[in-house]
């Protein structure tokens, strides 16, 4: 799967249209694409500088052997090679990928309520400063100072249950239209669904958002597209729909409410449901009508509330689906904790020395770390013995510790050799 999966990304940098003048120099800018992912796979900022030295002491690095490196660019090069690339050019492995994946039953798992895949979409900034900046950066202007961000709207697949999430194909929150209309996530995220809800079976996917993205112009595009949706609703942004669920409750019948008893293994919890069908999304003209629903999680020994949240879907509410939508719901957090929170915090080192840019470097950068934080993911999910290796060597830091080391001193002819010397030496059996 791992060569699979590179060939895919190779095959992306290889297409990239040569942006300097003069004559057949285009692979240089797969080298500075798969240099740069290489140092992110690893999350080793010094992984280049160790196969340069390795290359020149052996006559042989891991940079060419296992991300197919031909000649190692510095990085100052790879600044200028990658900076003019469209992050565009990296959209294709995300969904190749993910084919694979749905080709070999992989995403099985990952079908929820109704069979339909979770995709969780949200945005996060990932890149701020007053100084630093590109023509792509948001400005925003505040006491007379300028301050440039980048954003990113993310899609990931995820499940209820499970801590790996399957990056796809995120959209960038860039100006458009020229710069000086500021872009806002509202409108990446219809981007977004414009551009990839035709790659899912009709009615096979559930889109998860918080709050802000829960208004009748996305569940209509949604629809459209015939894509399903799970929206966080709050009272103060519904005030339509809780005036008409607020009446409903006077109809007998009409808000059904169950409860369920939950052992959590340390103490009692009380799920209640409540839900309602067909309630009207907003006033005026052309409303839609959605189906709502809410749980509040309480102690059972105490009575203290645990938890509470509601949602607008588009799915089918009754005593078995409820469930299975408020926990599908509940795991679109799993977008921030388990996607923004390890990419931030858990060694992918963005900026490392790469630099900025001046046009597109920070996004290709960005696209370059959500593939190979995707990698880990699949193979996590796909081989035996890379998912054997990491229960093994337990903390997320202990494998790529070993990982930075194993290449920087050892030469492995492929990243099966590298898998196989793990598994040897840590006494594994050969899967
Ligand atoms: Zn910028």
Redesign the pocket.
């Known amino acids: 799967m791992f060569q699979a999966m590179l060939d895919s990304v190779i095959g992306s940098l290889k297409g990239i249209p040569e942006h300097r003048s003069g004559g057949n120099i285009q692979y240089e800018i797969a080298d500075a694409g798969l240099g740069a992912f290489g140092v992110f796979f690893t999350q080793s900022p010094s992984f280049l500088a160790y196969q340069r030295h390795m290359e020149q002491s052996q006559g042989r690095n891991n940079a060419r052997s296992l991300f197919g490196v031909e000649k190692i660019p510095s990085d100052p090069q790879i600044r200028n090679l990658l900076d003019p690339v469209d992050p565009s050019h990296l959209q294709a492995p995300f969904w190749e990928i993910y084919e694979q994946l749905e080709a070999d039953k992989h995403l099985q798992a990952y079908r929820q309520v109704g069979g339909t895949l979770l995709c969780s979409l949200d945005g996060t900034q990932f890149?701020a400063s007053q100084k630093?900046?590109?023509?792509?950066?948001t400005v925003r202007v505040q006491d007379e100072q300028e301050h440039?961000s980048?954003t990113v709207l993310a899609a990931v697949l995820v499940k209820p249950g499970s801590k790996h999430v399957i990056a796809l194909d995120p959209e960038f929150i860039t100006p458009q239209d020229g710069h000086d209309k500021q872009d806002c996530e509202q409108q990446a995220i219809k981007r977004w669904v414009r551009r990839n809800a035709g790659r899912f079976s009709s009615w096979g996917l559930t889109i998860l958002t918080d709050d802000l993205h829960s208004h009748q112009p996305l569940c209509d595009l949604l629809l459209k597209h015939k894509v399903h949706f799970i929206m966080t609703c709050k009272t103060d942004s519904h005030k339509t729909l809780y005036e008409e669920v607020e009446l409903l409750t006077g109809v007998e019948g009409a808000v059904k409410t169950m409860a369920v008893r939950h052992w959590n293994g340390r103490y009692g919890e009380l799920h209640t449901y409540s839900w309602a069908k067909q309630v009207p999304l907003r006033t005026g003209a052309e409303v839609l009508q959605v189906n709502w629903c809410e749980v509040t999680v309480v102690r059972e020994d105490t009575g203290r509330q645990l938890y509470h949240s509601a949602w607008i879907t588009s799915h089918e509410l009754t005593e078995e689906t409820v469930p299975q939508v408020v926990a599908a719901g509940r795991a679109h957090w799993k977008v921030e904790n388990e996607n923004f929170n390890v990419l931030k915090n858990r060694g992918y080192r963005l900026e490392h020395n790469y630099g900025?840019?001046k046009q597109h470097l920070?996004t290709v950068l960005l696209s370059l770390l959500l593939l190979s934080f995707l990698f880990h993911t699949v193979l996590h999910l796909c081989s035996p013995r890379y998912q054997a290796i990491r229960e093994k060597l337990g903390p997320r830091r202990t494998f790529f510790n070993d990982l930075r080391a194993l290449t920087r001193y050892m030469y492995f002819d492929s990243w099966d050799s590298l898998l196989d010397f793990m598994c040897e030496k840590l006494e594994l059996a050969p899967g």
């Open positions: 890149f630093i900046n590109c023509s792509n950066c440039y980048h900025h840019g920070a």
